[in-house]
């Protein structure tokens, strides 16, 4: 069965091609959401909205690119936007600290990321290693473009494809990103 | 010792810098890659590329230990069994106004007890300028009275205080003559 075909049955709703397609690139798409993210628990949440936007997306792919490359698209915005989401939601948490130090102050039934799971979460990537703050400390650009090369295993040409870039520009991004964390772990390694 | 671009005599055909970058490569993208044996001369040599590595692979590792190989068989039937409420969550997480209303209570008591001491404190300000302005002035008429009352205990009208003054005025008057 070819990918448009499969996307083709998922988007009429076949359980069983579903059920496929959810087997064949869950691995694919978690990895990449975890390479960004560094957490377990939000990569799976994170790869569960991937899938949820490709299902109801489905009937949009033409094919034209092959569904792993729609995925990696996907879930690298899905990533990124999380992870500035998180940015935001840490804000919020530290005003609601200021506000309402006491523990009292997390029965709050309306906003549910504020309970212990949450904390942990982000205690997790607050005390993040070298390596995950030197990846989150490169550019952007550069930074996908590195984790999809060196730890997805993608080849230029198919960072290219999914960054819709040039292959001189993922190049030279990819070799900025590795001088930039050549120097970042040198500084913190000696 | 690193040597960043040069190549030394220990290390002939690759130098700290490549090496480094290199070792990145390799470890960023886990065991695919074939085994280099000039990267191998290199670090077998040169102890700060062997203690760089050596912490880099540790560091990734320990970073990265969550990564899957196999899929969950579940994944589907979670998928569409948590669909609902996903979405009820990621709605309710989607408005920018949440976080807004669940503080504005709390915003808008800071802001008056702000207000409220800015104002408690200028009221004070204001009292305390009129008590020493009304002070001040009683402390005028207080040192009058007491000029007063500490002439009339002088009792400077008394006809002894008088002769006195006489006899004196009239010793002055007859020094100037003389």
Redesign the interface.
Known sequence: MSDAELMRKVADGDPES??RF???F??LV??VC??FI?N?HD?EDVT??V??EAFRNAGRFRGDAKISTWLYRIAVNRSLNFIR?NRKRRF?QE??AV??PGPSGSN?Q????SDDATDGRLKNLEQ?????KALDSLPENQRIA?TLN??E?LSYAEVAEVMQLSLSAVESLIHRA??G??KR??NY?? | M?SDGVKTENKPTMNC?EA??LM??RV???S?LQPDDELNAHTADCA?CR??HQ??SA??N???P????????D??D??FA??KS??R??G??SNGL??LV??AP?LSA?AAAVLLGIWLGGRLFTSFISINTASGVSEETLRSEYMQSYAADLNLSDATDLALENYLNFNTETDDTE
Do not use: C, T
Not at chain 1, 110 to 113: I, L, N, T, V, Y
């Open positions: 579903g059920r959810a087997g064949q869950q691995v978690y990895n975890y390479s560094h377990r990569a569960q909205e899938f949820l989401n919020w005003l609601s506000f309402d709050s309306e906003f549910e990321m993040k290693s070298v390596i995950g590195f060196k730890m295993d590795r001088l964390l050549q772990l040198k390694y000696f | 690193q810098a480094e970058r990145i490569d960023f993208s886990g695919v700060a203690s760089f912490k880099l560091d990734f320990a970073s990265f969550d990564r899957k190989q196999v899929p969950d068989p994944f589907y979670r998928l948590g669909k996903g979405e969550r990621s309710r997480k949440v976080p669940r503080f709390r800071a």
